[in-house]
């Protein structure tokens, strides 16, 4: 009787412990894959346009992969993938001093103007699917999509994403962002 107690003891023991160490890993593990870079400019520009950070995160992790330098096929630069074009139009919402395309590499200015553009969607659309929409596809596309009864209902919202990319683009950073507020930011 007291052996089984014993190896039931140990078999808890070894049973909880192994739990731990796989709870343990498994955090370690999605952290990794999904990291907290830049965090006070992060929290500044959440704070200055009253986006979630990990809405933020979650956009740089999947439009960069936290590469300041990326550049796409379609010449859009930096961690938010912001294009030229879009860059100046933002400028044209701040009373700051002009700047070059090349300040889009730079982490402080991609991230604020990238947060900003995303307020900005925010103040357009009624939800985060169509922001998220918009910041891919582009707003024309977005307004063209609101007007076609065959896609949206009423202009309020779409029956579904008629972009393949942007579909998977919507998934992906609700995803992400998921998965950012349960690991940094409390469920």
Do not use: H
């Amino acid at each position: 009787m007291k052996q089984n107690l014993r190896s039931l003891v140990i078999f808890i023991f070894i049973f909880v412990l192994s739990l731990i160490i796989f709870i343990l890993s498994y955090t370690f593990f999605l952290k990794s894959a999904y990291p907290i870079k830049y965090e006070n400019i992060v929290n500044d520009s959440a704070k200055r346009y009253n986006i979630e950070p990990e809405l933020i995160y979650a956009v740089i992790k999947s439009e960069s992969g936290f590469d300041a330098n990326a550049k796409s096929s379609a010449g859009a630069l930096g961690l938010m993938q912001i294009t030229p074009d879009t860059f100046d139009w933002l400028q044209t919402y701040t009373k700051e001093e002009f700047m070059g395309t090349n300040e889009l590499f730079n982490p402080q200015v991609n991230i604020r103007y990238g947060t900003l553009f995303l307020s900005m969607l925010r103040g357009k659309y009624d939800s985060e699917e169509l922001v998220l929409c918009a910041y891919n596809a582009g707003m024309t596309a977005v307004d063209r999509w609101l007007r076609d009864e065959r896609i949206s209902n009423f202009g309020e919202e779409l029956k579904f994403i008629p972009y393949n990319e942007t579909k998977d683009y919507v998934m992906k950073i609700k995803t992400s962002k998921r998965i950012y507020k349960s690991l940094y930011f409390g469920v």
